[in-house]
């Protein structure tokens, strides 16, 4: 079981250095794609875990529809480097012990919680959840969430058309 | 021999990745090979004829000269994300391809699958995940090459590519609720899959239930991979070569051969989804061996005519044979092998009809203007499939009560 542990320990420090990258550099499409390296890498923890279904849709949706996005609105507005001002140096000096309070909280929790079937503990991936049980508990038991979202979804589009429309 | 009746996994994979890799770079540098005869061909004119024998050499010389030009750097580009692009859309259209199963799943060497690299329970899912992270390739070329017609060309190019890939996966969603499952293989061969037929000789393809939805897929599909009419992000009228007017040598190259490793997975897509995969039109009898070899042989004595009266030089003429030698080594694998090599001819088979429709498409149709492209896409294309989605919903449900 030593090859699902290389992976877990690639994809997490892949992670957590897209998502430091993602805060330090100072172009906008560097920031970006580092986003990016994040969320494939937690689509391939996704796949560990034994769900196959949400990291596709994590690449699908999140990489190839959102991010693409992202990168071509910065595109479109040829957004130059970020430039620092003096406020940029609070979040130096206060963000960092902050974010890593934050870390020690976490870290605490993670300590005291029971050991679940997580790769890095050294339990097996659960088997692959199907495809057919995923779509079953959300259009039967979760119907009303779903249906919700989507309205909300429709709302934020329709919302965009009124503000893109030029006044007659 | 005995770490490889250990490892069947490792020693299978590694040797079924090694070959399609093998294959389908060959593939690629023929398509270009064949789609400049073609085009030639309509055109009336030769095509490429002098290096080797009707040009066969020529896709070598090609490479050979894309290794050895000089690779020029624009100095104000943005180096790391330059590099990345083409990278990036070359690894993307590859392992695309590795989804694609060319065969029956149950034809096994040591206890493993061979006509796929990898089977994926959620294959189409995952190939449609990978080929959207195709975009990032020409977006950050166009972006960091940190010139004026890249960026345009990178800016239509990702806008057309994210919005026909809206009415590309509508499009086969029809296909899904008809076959029920993700998998590419069951898709063709599975329970709700394409075996058998309709009144005794149609084949019980998706194509025929699913018209409407095949034709979006294949215009949306030569619309991703940014092919005549729909190649705006490098119409050089415009805008000269598009988001890759700045790369030279290998990196041009490798931007070249994504664009045409896109062309082969929209096609082998198509082949599954559409086309009933590896199926036989006839149905797979024992008779079929003869097909190929029929074929082959043909195309054997066609060479060997031609070495009699139109190649001049000798060195031509010595080329030919080896290719008759090709087609007959081919025509007796189909004939003594037919169990594994079947399936692949007609994958194959299909594939190069739809090649061959692209590059007909590209000798054939104008270009779209920009608006053009954009009102076709979200006015009619994505109307049409999301009404084609609903009423294969419909049916479905009807007859599944």
Redesign the interface.
């Known amino acids: 079981m030593i090859a699902p542990l290389i992976v877990f320990f690639a994809c997490a420090i892949l992670a957590v250095l897209g998502a430091i990258l993602l805060i330090i550099v100072r172009?906008p499409?560097?920031s970006a794609?580092s986003l990016?390296v994040v969320m494939v890498s937690l689509a391939i923890l996704y796949l560990l875990l034994g769900a196959?279904?949400v990291a596709?849709?994590q690449?699908?949706v999140y990489?190839?529809?959102i991010m693409?996005?992202f990168?071509?609105v910065i595109?479109?507005l040829?957004a130059g480097e970020e430039e620092r001002t003096d406020w940029s140096k609070i979040a130096k000096w206060i963000g960092l012990p902050l974010g890593f309070v934050l870390l020690l909280e976490i870290a605490h929790w993670l300590f005291h919680s029971e050991p679940g079937t997580a790769v890095a503990n050294g339990v097996a991936a659960p088997p692959?959840a199907?495809?057919f049980a995923l779509s079953t508990a959300l259009f039967r038991q979760y119907l009303l969430p779903f249906e919700a979202t989507s309205i909300l979804i429709l709302i934020a589009i329709l919302g965009a058309l009124v503000l893109a429309r030029k006044d007659q | 021999m005995e770490f490889i009746s250990q490892h069947p996994v490792l020693v299978v994979s590694l040797v079924k990745i090694a070959l399609t890799l093998f294959v389908v770079m060959t593939a690629l540098a023929y398509l270009t090979w064949f789609e400049r005869k073609v085009v030639a061909r309509m055109q009336s004119r030769w095509g490429p004829y002098y290096v080797g024998a009707h040009g066969l050499l020529q896709p070598l010389a090609d490479g050979v000269k894309f290794l050895f030009k000089e690779d020029v750097t624009p100095p104000s580009s943005?180096i790391?994300?330059y590099l990345l692009a083409p990278f990036l859309a070359l690894v993307l259209a590859l392992t695309a391809i590795a989804l694609i199963p060319i065969g029956p799943p149950d034809v096994t060497v040591l206890g493993q699958p061979v006509f796929a690299v990898s089977n994926?329970?959620?294959g189409l899912?995952?190939l449609?995940?990978?080929t959207?992270?195709g975009?990032?390739g020409v977006?950050?070329a166009?972006?960091s090459s940190n010139s004026k017609y890249p960026?345009m060309g990178?800016?239509r190019s990702?806008?057309q590519m994210?919005s026909y890939e809206v009415s590309l996966t509508l499009s086969v969603v029809g296909v899904l609720l008809l076959a029920g499952t993700?998998n590419l293989s069951d898709i063709v061969s599975g329970p709700n899959g394409q075996t058998g037929y309709w009144l005794h000789f149609i084949p019980k393809w998706n194509v025929f239930p699913q018209i409407v939805g095949f034709l979006c897929y294949i215009t949306a599909a030569i619309a991703e991979t940014n092919r005549v009419p729909f190649d705006l992000p490098e119409a050089e009228t415009e805008l000269v070569a598009g988001f890759h007017t700045e790369y030279s040598s290998f990196k041009f190259a490798m931007f070249f051969m994504a664009e045409y490793a896109n062309m082969i997975t929209v096609s082998c897509l198509a082949t599954i989804l559409f086309f009933g995969g590896w199926l036989s039109p006839f149905g797979g009898g024992e008779w079929e061996k003869f097909i190929p070899v029929l074929i082959f042989g043909a195309l054997a004595v066609y060479c060997l005519y031609d070495i009699a009266t139109e190649l001049q030089s000798i060195i031509h003429k010595l080329q030919f044979t080896i290719v008759v030698g090709l087609f007959l080594a081919l025509a007796a694998v189909c004939f003594f092998f037919p169990q594994y090599a079947m399936p692949p001819f007609w994958f194959i088979l299909k594939i190069g009809i739809f090649m061959f429709f692209y590059v007909w498409a590209r000798g054939t149709l104008p270009r779209f203007r920009y608006d053009q492209l954009m009102s076709f896409g979200w006015k009619l294309l994505l109307p049409v499939s999301l009404a084609n989605l609903v009423v294969t919903a419909v049916v479905w449900l009807v007859m599944h009560p």
């Open positions: 172009e499409i560097h794609l990016v196959p279904f596709a849709v690449i699908l990489a190839g529809a693409v996005l990168v071509f595109m479109l040829n692959p199907s495809t | 943005d790391v994300t994926v329970s959620i899912i995952f449609f995940s990978i959207s992270l975009v990032y977006a950050l166009g972006w960026l990178g800016l990702s806008a994210i993700l």
